[in-house]
């Protein structure tokens, strides 16, 4: 059979990304440019400059790209671009991007969904074992996802307001930590003690999650402290919060394990990289002989790797988008 | 020479094919917010119109601002991703010099709607030098000017400034290609908007 290289595009949020994977699995080369140190000084991502960013850079990475992996635009098959969720404005440039290209090599088109890239960066570490349940964690999303087969996507559940990942953000401004907080906010609950009184968020029987809540909780109790002329102990607060999150998230992942039957439980997003819902996952997926994968750090945050893995797939299903291929917002994953 | 003209800056998509004084083929189509989805698809209608591939293209000229934030990066992207994967020329036309470009006059105005009383524009002598360079600035200064020096004034919709009522001007391709014909090219990297205005988390921030 004839490889499949794709080019893979991925400008959903604040990294300007691309890739080219060989049939689904094999990463030749991927280039990512970060504007974490551009948005730093906002506290968050700011919209319009970061699709000043993406336009500034979009050529300059696909010369890096084809530059190091040796290749041509001509040695290209496919063309793999997330075409939503994510900003609009940042998704416009790569996907305006990969049309350019489509229309000129005349190559394949392939609208990949962000979360389906994430779920697929663990294909690059290992071919995917179905089925499997899939809790997709990040800055912009939080769900629970079975499949069955190769791009085959049911969503189980998800958050019904803020994803985890903007949850943990929120704690790390409330006590002070740079943006992107989250990954610090791991690091100190690895040091510190279940001290303070937080609730469960959403602890039910369903397999949707709620972190407003938690996250106002913490907001208030720093405050309140704060006007008694307390410290915070930001160790001991992490640690709480992050063992009521974990213990949820973890309680309804493995629910979903086992009424779904699967064997086989991935997760991905860049929450992924959080140590403590790693390292609580693995112990649980060894308990009850479930084949556990989470992919590398680098394969966690965005990138265009996972995307490129993902349209190999979508491909192979004859998801194919003509030049009239629109960014979107919002959209569902699961309509394939 | 072939040119690609590419325009997303106003509520229209503008593709044009021109070669020697003529043009091959065009598409002009009001399509508010959806310049995303019909740009590259007009291009590529325009292209087959002319019987020609990509790589018979010589020079692609794309309109860079200033206008619609979103607007122009879709045409600027995909003008850049052009000119550098099929390593030609690309040079950027300016959405207010190409109105002045598109009518005879003495002076003219050329001028945007940028919301909120503010404005885009430049005013040009009669060979279209820039007199008052392009800026976003207010109503006030607008009408200073329009006060001073009497200009046609055009723009790519139709607009009414407190009493004058200014109506949208049809683009003169083959003028506004053979003027930026000879002007200098930039690389498609460095290829970029010109917003004439900062974003506004920048602008609170300085203030």
């Known amino acids: 059979m004839k490889d499949i290289y794709c080019l893979a595009i991925e400008t959903s949020c604040d990294e300007t990304s691309m890739s080219i994977i060989k049939n689904g699995t094999e990463e030749i080369e991927t280039v990512i440019l970060t504007q974490i140190d551009i948005h730093k000084k906002f506290g ?73 890239g994430h779920i697929y960066a663990n294909n690059l570490e290992q071919r995917l074992s179905f089925p499997l349940i899939a809790l997709v964690v990040s800055g912009g999303h939080t769900e629970l996802v079975y499949m069955d087969n190769d791009y085959s996507f049911k969503r189980i559940g998800g958050t019904l307001d803020d994803a985890i ?40 029987d369903t397999y949707n999650f709620s972190f407003s809540g938690i996250k ?53 997003g860049g929450v992924a990289a959080n140590r403590g819902l790693r390292e609580k996952l693995e112990e649980l997926c060894k308990e009850k002989s479930i084949n556990f994968s989470v992919p590398r750090i680098k394969y966690c945050t965005d990138n265009a790797a996972m995307i490129g893995s993902a349209a190999y797939y979508a491909y192979k299903k004859g998801i194919i988008a003509d030049l009239k291929l629109n960014a979107k917002a919002t959209d569902n994953l699961y309509k394939y | 020479m072939i040119c690609l003209f590419i325009d997303t800056s106003s509520i229209d998509v ?151 009522e200014i109506s949208k001007q049809e683009l003169d391709y083959i003028n506004i290609v053979n003027y930026y014909l000879n002007k200098e090219s930039v690389n498609s990297h460095l290829l970029v908007p010109n917003y004439l205005k900062l974003p506004e988390a920048l602008e609170k921030k300085s203030d």
């Open chain 1, 44 to 116: 968050g991502v700011v919209p319009e400059i970061a699709s000043r960013s993406h336009i500034e850079s979009i050529t300059i990475v696909l010369d890096e790209l084809l530059e190091k992996s040796h290749m041509k635009i001509s040695d290209i098959d496919i063309i793999g671009v997330t075409y939503g969720p994510g900003l609009i404005g940042s998704l416009l440039i790569g996907l305006q991007c990969a049309k350019t290209i489509s229309l000129i090599t005349g190559k394949p088109l392939i609208p990949v969904h962000h979360i389906a």
């Open chain 2, 14 to 164: 503008s593709i044009a094919i021109i070669k020697a004084n003529k043009i091959i083929s065009s598409i002009t189509k009001s399509i508010p917010n959806e310049h995303s989805i019909y740009t590259t698809q007009f291009i590529d209608d325009v292209l087959k119109e002319s019987n020609l591939e990509p790589n018979d293209i010589d020079k692609i000229m794309v309109v860079n601002g200033p206008g619609s934030f979103t607007g122009v990066r879709i045409g600027v992207t995909i003008a850049k991703t052009m000119a550098y994967l099929l390593n030609k020329e690309v040079i950027p036309i300016s959405s207010l010099k190409m109105l002045s470009l598109s009518i005879n006059h003495d002076y003219c105005l050329s001028i945007l709607n940028a919301n909120h009383n503010n404005y885009y524009f430049g005013l040009y002598d009669k060979d279209n030098n820039e007199i008052i360079k392009e800026q976003f600035n207010t109503k006030e200064k607008v009408l200073e000017i329009i006060k001073k020096y009497k200009p046609i004034i055009v723009s790519n919709n139709n607009i009414t400034i407190d009493n004058i």
């Open chain 1, 216 to 268: 106002s909780a913490v907001v208030n109790l720093v405050h309140n402290e704060k006007q008694r002329g307390n410290n915070i102990n930001a160790e001991d607060m992490c640690t709480t919060f992050q063992n009521r999150v974990i213990s949820v998230i973890t309680k309804k992942t493995m629910k979903a394990v086992t009424e779904f039957k699967v064997n086989n439980l991935v997760i991905a």
């Open chain 1, 165 to 204: 990942g903007e949850a943990y953000d929120k704690v790390a401004k409330i006590l002070g930590l740079e943006y992107p907080g989250g990954p610090k906010v791991d690091k100190l609950a690895s040091q510190g003690k279940d001290t303070y009184n937080l609730p469960y968020p959403l602890d039910d």
